[in-house]
């Protein structure tokens, strides 16, 4: 599991300086990542994907979400994805291995 890097930036970006410096000492002891990581009282959920690429892909159960420090913690403690990697929404419109573009492709030559 790995992050693009602008979903991680925005997660940043969006923080108040105040959740900036409670982030800083979320850091200092960092939590194990998986599925679900805890942080405190809070609870955040991290989707399963290759590539997280939307801010849905990681939700927190606190009162700030989703302008919280521990959805930042997360997405700071994530690997970046390598440029170029492409992400879950990305491969939607990639052609399958059998030849066929995925859902939402465009259209067909069949009538």
């Known amino acids: 599991m790995r992050i693009d890097p602008a979903l991680q930036a925005a997660t940043v970006d969006a923080l108040a300086p105040r959740v900036r410096r409670r982030v800083d000492a979320l850091l200092a002891d960092p939590p194990e990542l998986g599925e679900v990581v805890r942080l405190g009282s809070a609870t955040v959920r991290v989707a399963q994907a290759e590539v997280l690429s939307e801010p849905g892909q990681i939700a927190c159960d ?4 989703p302008a919280c420090a521990h959805r930042a913690v997360v997405a700071l403690l994530l690997p ?15 052609p399958s291995q059998t030849g066929q573009a995925g859902p939402g492709a465009g259209p067909t030559d069949q009538p």
């Open 80 to 94: 970046l994805a390598e440029a170029g990697q492409p992400s879950q929404a990305d491969q939607a419109g990639q």
């Open 62 to 65: 606190c009162l700030l979400a």
